[in-house]
T-cell receptor, first 113, second 111 residues
Framework: QKEVEQDPGPLSVPEGAIVSLNCTYS??????FMWYRQYSRKGPELLMY????GNKEDGRFTAQVDKSSKYISLFIRDSQPSDSATYLC?????????????FGKGTKLSVIP | NAGVTQTPKFQVLKTGQSMTLQCAQD?????MSWYRQDPGMGLRLIHY???????DQGEVPNGYNVSRSTTEDFPLRLLSAAPSQTSVYFC??????????FGSGTQLSVL
């Protein structure tokens, strides 16, 4: 079993839809959870950063972490064509020397006008 | 604010050639790393460094070499390019236990 599982999609939704992107993980030591957005032919950019369980909201984006289920989600409200990108989840533990992130393989999202 | 700068953006090599991918960051980050990204494989860590003079191997280090003589720079060397090294390469940096910031990538083709 891979440490982080992410449905690769592709996921296609109409403009204005609510999008739900998800990752599951197996390492209970993960404490920091991130979502990156990657446009075609660009580097990943950090979208959301959360610590431990709970929700975090930033504009149309909400990140949710459920450590008991080892499950994280990213919700996009009122999706726009500019949200079309690949979304990568990433996570890290909090131990000494815990610099490295474990990434999901990414979900490709298309928002159709 | 430049962030993480990678050069070149595109490169074509012949099998057996060597080259260096440059990476520089201006955020005074201790941690720097190199990833390759291939379709269906996701991001895979090649090498990383937690400070000047300190480097270590990631998941896929074979065929690559790194050094970290300054905090700002972390070049990646391909010793003898192979077609299997055709990929998109990303450099990234962070403060220790901080948020990881990526460069814009280098698209490398090895013929």
């Amino acid at each position: 079993q891979k440490e982080v599982e992410q449905d690769p999609g592709p996921l296609s939704v109409p403009e204005g839809a609510i999008v739900s992107l998800n990752c599951t993980y197996s390492n209970s030591a993960f404490q920091y959870f991130m979502w990156y957005r990657q446009y075609s032919r660009k580097g990943p950019e950090l979208l959301m950063y959360t610590y431990s369980s709970g929700n975090k909201e930033d504009g149309r984006f909400t990140a949710q972490v459920d450590k008991s289920s080892k499950y994280i989600s990213l919700f996009i409200r009122d999706s726009q064509p500019s949200d079309s990108a690949t979304y990568l989840c990433a996570m890290r533990d909090s131990g000494a020397g815990s610099y490295q992130l474990t990434f999901g393989k990414g979900t490709k999202l298309s928002v159709i006008p | 604010n430049a962030g993480v700068t990678q050069t070149p953006k595109f490169q074509v090599l012949k099998t057996g050639q060597s080259m260096t991918l440059q990476c520089a960051q201006d955020m005074n980050h201790e941690y720097m790393s190199w990833y390759r990204q291939d379709p269906g494989m996701g991001l895979r860590l090649i090498h990383y460094s937690v400070g000047a003079g300190i480097t270590d191997q990631g998941e896929v280090p074979n065929g690559y070499n790194v050094s970290r003589s300054t905090t700002e720079d972390f070049p990646l060397r391909l010793l003898s390019a192979a077609p299997s090294q055709t990929s998109v390469y990303f450099c990234a940096s962070s403060s220790l236990k901080g948020k990881l910031f990526f460069g814009s990538g280098t698209q490398l083709s090895v013929l």
